[in-house]
């Protein structure tokens, strides 16, 4: 059974930055690809980046440039960091593995950017 357990969400000012994390229970060179995800009050739950087993990133068009996807196999874990945020970013992000066919999630971390 895979578990991804995401930390690092909080409180942030406009313009602050946090760094998300998303720890996997076994060796994330495993994965298809690992995605973050975030989902706010009313809305869907949209896809924020992605990254692949070859290392290939890909981003929401609303955080290009302010987001950034990586990863440590090492430490089997992918972060996200956040700079420059916006009230507009305040949801609940998830991360998601791509696993033998199967997709596992985290169970999410608020982030909150007040204005």
């Known amino acids: 059974q895979v578990q991804l357990v995401e930390s690092g969400g909080g409180l942030v000012q406009a313009g602050g930055s946090l760094r998300l994390s998303c720890t996997a229970s076994?060796?994330?060179?495993?994965?298809?690809?690992m995605g973050w995800y975030r989902q706010a009050p009313g809305n869907q739950r949209e896809l924020v980046a992605v990254i692949v087993g070859g290392g290939n990133t890909n981003y929401a068009d609303s955080v290009k440039g302010r987001f950034t996807i990586s990863r440590d196999n090492t430490k089997n874990t992918v972060y996200l960091q956040m700079n420059t945020l916006k009230p507009e970013d305040t949801a609940v992000y998830c991360c998601?593995?791509?696993?033998?066919?199967?997709?596992?999630w985290g169970q999410g971390t608020q982030v909150t950017v007040s204005s």
């Open positions: 998601k593995a791509n696993y033998v066919g199967d997709n596992y």
């Open positions: 076994i060796s994330i060179s495993r994965f298809y690809n």
